[in-house]
């Protein structure tokens, strides 16, 4: 009888498992167990008013990279080339960036002409935060917050506008608390290789496997920044759903999982309410302090590791408005924590894809509320009510971009717990866990936001790899 591999978590990650997984020359059976009526976990779009698209979580994904081209291969894989909607790098979404600070809007300087030049918010021209960085000796500690990290190599400016908005807006975290080896792996690697992040990243680019296909080719031609599917990035996990149920696997839906236990013989008992199932090995893809609450006694010092990685709340405000214009073009802004410690940032999701923004058309931008004031009200205990945050980002919109008017249309969600916080000393978690499930020979594969990154392509990688552990091959780079 073949090996049943029973994988917890429809999110992204658990699909990205299941696919690797059920692509396999001799595939185990598979069988995903979602807790909700819905795939995609934190990936969801839904229609408006003339059929805009309102993404409630990601709303782009970076092409660049081994894990860029990877996931354009799954796409290609998938059928969805067709639907792909890139940001080509001469797009000023992908060009311009900018910084709420002092009450104005501040670009970002692109290119290295941009470095010489004064760039307010900062009160010199970056070229000398460079110069400091590549003068800079090489850091001594295992970790260090990316905070003091950036301070150190870049300056107290950088450290304060720049990396703390960067971490409001990736993790929507506090760049005093997070660590610069988890988050941003390759800067702290890049220090640790070349002595500079700066001579690090130059020296390092263009190494590592180069995947190739029709649509990676043309990311590449076009300097894609970032991709998205006409119908919103949540066609990506129904076209994986569609995919696994046509190659056998078990699909379950509305299954919470509430426990696991192991049996005599080495096998996991996955309880789910009133019936359970019998697996092989466990792949898990839920939070990490879910899992740790699923886990037998057996595995507590596995589940005190995976219980002390954090998470952090967002609420998601999606507004549209009739007839409005932003007062300029780009990505969207960052807000450091300096200026307000509730707004994280807002994006212009129409300049970017304004192939999303319905008939006819309407200005599409999304706020991003979190950070302490929101880690104060939770802390609390207080009610809060959308009407809060429709209030905070209706006046952040007229604040920040001059949309006075009244939205047309607005969405408020608040996602509890969404994005992992990768605190000062995350890797010694990651190395307890790691050696715990490797000491027991415990048949568990850990996967997702987690763990070693949050981005979409991330989690994706850690599907990929995980399937490849479970399968007996290690992942090729
Ligand atoms: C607001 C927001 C904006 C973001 N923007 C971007 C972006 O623009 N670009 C980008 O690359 N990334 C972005 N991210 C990050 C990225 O979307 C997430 O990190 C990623 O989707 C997480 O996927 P996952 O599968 O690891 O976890 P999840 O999406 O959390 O999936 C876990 C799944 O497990 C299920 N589950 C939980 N408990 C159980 C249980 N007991 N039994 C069974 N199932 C269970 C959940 O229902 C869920 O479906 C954003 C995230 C958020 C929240």
């Not at 008013?49 to 799954?74: Q, S, V």
């Not at 090489?138 to 917050?145: I, L, N, S, W």
């Not at 300097?223 to 699909?251: D, F, I, K």
């Not at 009244?406 to 978690?429: D, E, M, R």
Request: proline letters at 8%; hydrophobic letters at 40%; one cysteine or more.
């Amino acid at each position: 009888m073949g090996r049943t591999v029973v994988v917890l978590g429809g999110g992204i990650s658990g699909l990205a498992a299941s696919y690797h997984l059920s692509r396999a020359p001799c595939p185990p059976k598979v069988v995903l167990v979602e807790g909700s009526e819905r795939l995609g976990g934190w990936i969801r779009s839904v229609r408006g008013p003339g059929d805009a698209i309102f993404e409630l979580g990601p709303r782009g994904i970076r092409p660049a990279g081994a894990l860029g081209a990877r996931t354009l291969l799954l796409v290609s894989e998938l059928g969805l080339d067709s639907e792909v909607l890139p940001v080509r790098g001469d797009h000023p979404a992908a060009q311009n960036r900018f910084l709420y600070v002092g009450g104005a809007l501040h670009a970002l300087p692109s290119g290295l002409r941009g470095l010489f030049r004064p760039s307010p918010p900062f009160s010199k021209p970056l070229f000398w935060a460079g110069l400091k960085e590549l003068t800079t000796p090489r850091g001594k500690d295992p970790d260090e917050t990316v905070h003091s990290f950036a301070q150190r190599r870049l300056g107290p400016e950088v450290a304060s506008l720049a990396m703390d908005s960067l971490c409001r807006g990736v993790f929507a975290g506090n760049s005093r608390e997070l660590s610069i080896r988890s988050c941003f792996p390759s800067l702290f690697q890049a220090e640790q290789t070349h002595r500079s992040v700066l001579l690090g990243l130059l020296l390092g680019a263009g190494r590592g496997p180069q995947l190739d296909s029709a649509l990676i080719r043309r990311a590449r031609a076009e300097r894609w920044s970032q991709w998205s599917l006409r119908g919103g990035l949540e066609t990506l996990p129904q076209a994986l759903n569609t995919h696994l149920t046509s190659r056998g696997v078990r699909v379950l839906r509305g299954q919470p999982v509430c426990g696991l236990s192991l049996q005599a013989e080495g096998r996991w008992k996955v309880s789910l309410g009133d019936s359970s199932l019998e697996a092989d090995h466990v792949v898990s893809a839920v939070p990490a302090s879910v899992l740790s609450r699923l886990l037998p006694a057996q595995a507590a010092p596995l589940a005190r590791a995976l219980s002390a990685i954090p998470a952090v709340s967002v609420a998601v405000v999606n507004l549209q408005y009739r007839g409005a214009r932003l007062p300029v073009q780009g990505f969207g802004h960052l807000v450091p924590s300096s200026e307000d410690p509730g707004v994280l940032g807002i994006v212009y999701d129409s300049v970017a894809f304004p192939e999303q923004d319905g008939s006819p058309p309407g200005l599409r931008v999304t706020v991003m509320l979190g950070g302490s004031w929101l880690q104060t009200l939770e802390a609390r205990g207080s009610v809060l009510p959308q009407e809060l945050f429709r209030q905070q980002a209706q006046h952040a919109a007229a604040t920040q971009l001059g949309l006075k008017e009244p939205p047309s249309h607005c969405l408020v969600h608040l996602h509890k717990n969404c994005i992992p916080q990768y605190t000062l000393g995350h890797w010694q978690k990651l190395e307890a866990a790691t050696q715990f499930l490797a000491s027991q020979r415990l048949p568990l594969t850990l996967a997702g936001a987690s763990y070693e990154g949050v981005a979409v392509n991330d989690c994706i990688e850690s599907g990929r790899q995980a399937a490849a552990r479970v399968l007996g091959s290690e992942p090729n780079g």
